[in-house]
């Protein structure tokens, strides 16, 4: 059986954390007297903490200080981890167990391939941590995506070539870092979103093992 390796993106992929950060940069915006949209907070997605702050100071037509802008960034990860610290199970989506462990069961090489630094703490959480051969997180990356940086550190921990991996991802810069990377790219959410992806699905529920043997088995 040939070996595919199997890259997950966290946030919107695994787990529904965009909420939290939504609720938190809202908490933050509100306390400058900057106030966003739903849609606004679609452009602050698997986007780094420092590119979303400036996009909101910039909605607000707002200047800081550096001292206050890092002053607002921690503040923003305190609310954010305090969200996550109850997160469990129940907050895994639809079928993402059942396809990691079909993978498992395949013997095929899983890794996480995420923006977030708190990616680690939030697997534990959600008990998924043990599933995953290799994690690739904010704390080992220094070029976020559409920088194919996190998943090229991924194929080289499982030990695959980039051209026999496949990312599963939500975000449009996600996308792009994989097809960068000449990666099949799998888009989990709305098709006019994610058009540039090799196969768009709602979620894992669409997925089929038919589908994932096919993968395994691509030239």
Sequence with gaps: MSKKGFIFDLDGVIVDTAKYHFLAWKKLAKSIGVDFTESQNEQLKGVSRVKSLE???????????QE?????????NEDYLSFIATMNEDEILPDVPK??????????????????????????????????????????????KPDPEVFLIAAK???IKLEDCIVFEDSVAGVQAANTAKM??????EKNVLHEADYIFKDFTEISEEFLMDLIKRK
């Excluded at 206050?68 to 923003?76: D, Q, R, S, V, Y």
């Design 55 to 65: 996009k909101i100071l910039a909605w607000g037509n707002k200047t800081i200080s």
């Design 68 to 76: 206050e802008f890092n002053t607002l960034m921690a503040k923003k």
């Design 99 to 144: 396809t990691l462990n079909y993978l498992i069961e395949e013997k095929q090489p899983i890794s996480l391939g995420s923006a977030s630094k708190n990616a680690r703490t939030i697997l534990k959480k959600v008990n998924l941590y043990k599933k995953f051969d290799a994690i690739v997180d904010g704390n080992d990356v220094s070029k976020a």
């Design 157 to 159: 921990l499982l030990e």
């Design 184 to 189: 099949v790219s799998i888009g989990i959410g």
